[in-house]
């Protein structure tokens, strides 16, 4: 079991920039074009995610031993901002895609790693992560899946709720009970797409995010081998919140993405839209507005590099400070985009413009790995804990 990964090393400007270029090509080649119409659609672009595998977008934080790019989280932040000009839906599976990769990368077993892993880089494979059910969400220790030990194998019996990918991973990420009640009883298992007893819900109808299935994951006994155990035996919960926050900068930096597709639209539209004689890019109200917007903004996304600097450091208080960047950065990103749609007025409110969609789906970024007043429990436990002091 591997849990000692050495941090990587951030890139230089030179080859930072040179990876960013790289992925606004192709964001803007292959996502920009058709976001509309797979959010009308609600196609699932499977075609496209494995050009992006291609290019390492599957891997971005994995190994290169297994074909990851390796990067250091404060370049990985850059590459799902950049990824979410393009369609903030497709961004974030991808974040959360590369979420389950990292933990079978940095806690998987050698066999595990070289079974699973150069399939998710490449995005032949794609990879789900189950956490939430439908009585635990935010209280996540208090999940109700069990996995109970039978000879060499353990039998998986629940039900996980708003699973993205659900239907279409070929490996899912599962926390499950193995143990006594609380975090302490948790494992976590490696669970092949086509293993027997394992089924899926109806595609969820949701407000955006149209463009990635969320079902229902359902396991019915399933029975994996002890080897599918991911790290150790209880350590589960662990497990997963040091996944989630990586997963929280990753949404957040799809947060800044979004917003700031939709100030640029925001910002040209001003110039061109005239209303009594002049454009309103000369009403001060206007001005005012575009200032604070792109202030957030700025200013989310430092905060967004700073916690992804101290995650790259594994520092004290990196979960606290991920913490903070989830909950700024979607809140500001969601108030960007919606500020643009207020500026576009009645056009804003039409699809065709994109900014509506935009809108809906950066508003589940203040839901989803964690909900932003969960951000701010762990926040307050770490100012006021021992560790905090």
């Known amino acids: 079991m591997s849990m000692t990964v050495t941090p990587a090393t951030p890139l230089g400007d030179e080859d930072r920039a040179a990876i960013i270029a790289a992925v606004r090509e192709f964001a803007q080649a292959h996502l920009a074009p058709h976001a509309l119409e ?28 297994v074909g990851g790019v390796g990067l ?27 979420m389950v990769a990292w933990m079978i990368d940095a806690y998987g077993t050698d066999e595990q790693r070289n079974e699973w892993l150069p399939g998710l880089v490449a995005m032949t494979d794609l990879g789900a992560y189950c956490l939430t059910e439908p ?27 708003f699973i993205s990918g659900g239907g279409e991973a070929a490996v899912y990420v599962v926390m499950a009970r193995t143990g006594e009640p609380g975090a302490r009883g948790i494992t976590a298992f490696v669970v092949p797409g086509d293993t027997a007893g394992l089924s899926f819900g109806s595609p969820e109808r949701k407000m955006g995010w149209n463009a990635q299935p969320t079902r229902q994951v359902v396991f019915d006994r399933v029975r994996v081998p002890a080897s599918a155990v991911l790290g150790e035996l209880g350590r589960g919960f662990s497990l997963a919140m040091s996944g989630l926050d990586g997963g929280r900068l990753s949404i957040a930096a799809c947060s800044l993405g979004g917003a700031q597709w939709a100030l640029d639209r925001a910002i040209r539209y001003v110039h061109e839209r005239f209303t009594f004689g002049e454009p309103l890019a000369e009403r001060q109200s206007v001005v005012f507005t575009l200032a604070d917007m792109a202030t957030e903004l700025r200013a989310a996304r430092a905060l967004v590099r700073e916690a992804a600097h101290a995650l790259d450091e594994k520092t004290p208080d990196a979960a606290m400070q991920c913490a903070m960047a989830k909950r700024f ?32 789906d950066l508003r589940v970024h203040q839901i989803l790995e964690g909900t932003n007043e969960i951000m701010r429990v762990i926040i307050g436990r770490h100012l006021l804990g021992p560790s905090g002091r």
Request: proline fraction near 2%; charged fraction near 25%.
């Open 38 to 65: 797979w959010d009308r659609t609600k196609h699932f672009p499977r075609d496209v995610l494995r050009l992006a595998g291609e290019l390492g977008l599957g891997g971005l934080v994995v190994r290169d031993d």
């Open 72 to 98: 250091a989280r404060v370049d990985a932040v850059a590459v799902f901002e950049e990824l979410a000009q393009g369609d903030p839906t497709i961004a974030a599976y991808i974040s959360i895609h590369n």
């Open 135 to 161: 009585g635990a969400g935010s209280d996540a220790a208090a999940i109700a899946t069990t996995a109970i030990r039978d000879g060499d194998e353990f039998v998986l019996t629940g039900v996980k709720q």
């Open 329 to 360: 950065a979607t809140d500001v990103g969601f108030r960007v985009a919606n500020e643009a749609l207020q500026l576009h007025g009645g056009y804003g409110y039409l699809q065709e413009f994109g900014i509506e969609k935009v809108v809906r």
